[in-house]
């Protein structure tokens, strides 16, 4: 712990070394980016690093907003609906040098739907993409797909020649606990590029002076200095001494304080996240509990006494002082597909959950692990600690393993977990997203976040199907029809939306992102 202590005050100090000047800005969050590599993790804080160096397409403003990136414009084929066309930003470069064009594109894409990218499930529709021309891309379908431009906000493009040149062309298999130069290095087209990079200590970043977008945005932070800070005291006392100048995750308990200093200011808005729990319900036995020959979690007895046992509202006032909404489904309003009927939170009643555990065989209980980031989410770990002692009210002993994400994450995507927290962002705005990585059957394109086991052959196809159907009245039900499986299956325990809090110094203006992301191109300073 003493180690880790100073390890943050080295970096801090080293931040201060660059100065405090209006153009220099020092940023702090509980975790740091799991890689540089673009298309190897789908994780916000991974997401948000790479915003500052990398750019897609298309993508997000500060208001959630799709704007223009990489492509100036886009639309479907005139002579084929199942065609995207893509026109091209033209006089752009990348860090080193090197002119963007159609072929880096090309290659991107091919490269994000390999086996080890975790954003093929975007582009699972994608038949192939194809280059006309030097400044135009396009992607053609498995049919005609309404919203291919909302799956591609966060779809970073690199320099097809760097990749090939630095034995780069593959995805880093992360879960593998592979390491590339991609890992750690980046070449991109966005408005910082990479000075230094210590994973886990500090990242430092510099202005591109030849960003195609210098005069288009405000571009006043010149520097970049990004310490990720796990522990939330120390987080708040980097802000509170004038060590760091901006951090996303003020801890609830501190606001109050943050928010009455002199020359800081807390800015809060809701997240377009969900937190919830995810059980293994497809395997014969499980590894972590001490049931021999039986999943508990297979019968769905249980697993709708754990939805009821968790006392949502209790943990809203008690962990997280108000500061997120209880949820009853793994969908942020902000998403098509949400209704306030899906949402309804169940009552808590640990008699009605102990009845139910007792109907499916199960009234003196059973052990489980749970396992836990303590690095990722609002609070996540304390959470995690309070669903501890409800379940115990239903005769189930938890035992809590709490890990930094970089662990954590590995467990579910390798199906080494029974029991799990899970947060789900949503960058398209659209149910399809999470039904892709969270629903349908693990395979070679969907699933990849889908830690419960569960498939059903059916649903994926009602899920596949959501791709190309163009007429949206019936998309919409076909999204709720699919809504009300996975709500009658139980696969997931929602637990609440997260609310943001951002701390900043009072000078600094922007607006708190729905996605988390601050995109530093748009700050500006007083």
Not at 203 to 210: A, F, G, H, K
Not at 485 to 494: G, K, L, N, S
Request: negative net charge; contains cysteine; hydrophobic residues 40%.
């Amino acid at each position: 712990m003493q180690t880790k202590c100073l390890t943050i005050a080295a970096a801090l100090l080293a931040a201060s070394s660059l100065g405090a000047s209006a153009e220099a800005l020092r940023w702090a969050r509980a975790g740091d980016s799991l890689t540089l590599d673009p298309h190897a993790q789908n994780e916000g804080p991974t997401s948000a690093l790479a915003h500052q160096i990398m750019e897609p397409l298309v993508m997000r403003d500060m208001t959630g907003a799709i704007v223009p990136a990489l492509a100036t414009e886009w639309g479907p084929s005139e002579s084929d609906p199942n065609v995207w066309v893509f026109n091209l930003r033209e006089g752009v470069s990348f860090h080193d040098g090197a002119e963007f064009d159609s072929e880096d594109a090309v290659f991107s894409f091919n490269r994000a739907m390999t086996p080890d990218s975790d954003y093929k499930e975007l582009l699972a529709s994608v038949r192939e993409v194809r280059a006309p021309g030097k400044y135009e891309f396009e992607i053609v379908t498995n049919g005609p797909n309404p919203i291919m431009p909302s799956n591609l906000t966060n779809l970073f493009i690199i320099d097809k020649d760097w990749a090939e040149a630095n034995n780069a062309v593959k995805v880093q298999d992360y879960e593998g606990g592979e390491d590339t130069y991609a890992a750690k290095n980046a070449n991109g087209t966005g408005p910082y590029k990479l000075v230094s990079r210590e994973p886990d200590t500090k990242t430092v970043l510099t202005i591109n002076e030849d960003y195609w977008g210098k005069g288009e945005f405000p571009m006043e932070v010149t520097e970049i200095v990004y310490t990720p800070i796990q522990n939330a005291a120390t987080r708040v006392a980097a802000l509170l001494s004038g060590e760091v100048d901006f951090i996303q995750d003020v801890p609830v308990q501190d606001l109050s304080r943050v928010a009455a200093s002199d020359g800081l200011d807390v800015r809060t808005a809701p997240q377009n996240r969900v937190i919830f729990f995810g059980m293994n319900v497809g395997d014969d036995d499980l590894a972590t509990d001490n049931v021999d020959g039986r999943n508990p979690f297979a019968d769905i007895r249980v697993r709708r006494a754990f939805n009821i046992a968790i006392n949502r509202d209790a943990i809203m006032k008690v962990v997280m002082r108000d500061q997120s909404q209880p949820a009853g489904v793994i969908m942020p309003p902000f998403v098509n597909g949400w209704t306030t009927a899906l949402d309804q939170v169940p009552d808590h009643d640990a008699a009605a959950a102990k009845a139910l555990m007792a109907e499916a065989g199960y009234g003196d209980g059973f052990s489980i692990r749970l396992n836990c980031p303590n690095d990722r989410y609002i609070n996540d770990e304390a959470i995690c600690q309070a669903a501890v002692g409800m379940l115990a009210q239903i005769g189930v002993t938890v035992t809590l393993e709490a890990l930094p994400k970089a662990q954590h994450f590995p467990l579910i995507n390798k199906l080494e977990t029974d029991f799990y927290m899970l947060g789900w962002g949503v960058p398209t705005y659209d149910s399809e997203y999470i039904f892709n990585f969270l629903v349908h059957s693990r395979d070679e394109k969907y699933g990849s976040w889908n830690g419960t086991r569960f498939g059903n052959s059916g649903l994926d196809a009602k899920i596949e199907a959501l791709a190309s159907e163009t007429d949206l009245p019936k998309r919409n039900s076909m999204i709720a029809e699919i809504w009300q499986a996975v709500q009658d299956e139980q696969i997931y325990v929602p637990i609440h939306h997260q609310v943001l809090n951002w701390g900043m110094r009072s000078d600094i203006q922007t607006i708190v992102a729905p996605d988390d992301t601050a995109k530093f191109k748009y700050f500006s300073l007083k």
